[in-house]
């Protein structure tokens, strides 16, 4: 089997499936070494993130989620305020005018 790095040699890579998942308002655990999405996990306070070699970590954190179902979260007003930011419609709109400015200026 190759090396990690060789299957995923691309760390920063950001997954829109963080994007799909911050609405639900449940805990996030994202087992992943990309800085974008400790950003916004941190920022949002959605979940969590660990490198794929913290075992202990994700464990304690799936431990957490098992004890007290939910985490004891369903993110409050003020966290789904941070999680707006990256709805599809916003990150859409937000495209959306990148793409017209980039044809204005062409």
């Not at 950003?39 to 098992?66: E, H, W, Y």
């Not at 939910?70 to 941070?82: F, N, R």
């Not at 990150?91 to 062409?106: D, Q, W």
């Amino acid at each position: 089997r190759p090396p990690r790095s060789t299957l995923f040699p691309y760390t920063t890579l950001f997954r829109s499936k963080l994007y799909e998942y911050l609405p639900a308002g449940r805990p996030i655990l994202c087992i992943s070494e990309s800085p974008d999405a400790l950003s916004v996990l941190q920022s949002t306070g959605a979940g969590a993130t660990f490198p794929p070699n913290d075992v202990t970590g994700i464990c304690d954190f799936l431990r957490k989620m098992i004890e007290h179902p939910g985490g004891g979260i369903l993110l409050d007003s003020a966290s789904q305020e941070k999680i707006e930011p990256y709805s599809s419609a916003i990150c859409t709109a937000r495209l959306a005018e990148l793409l017209t400015k980039a044809v204005e200026t062409s």
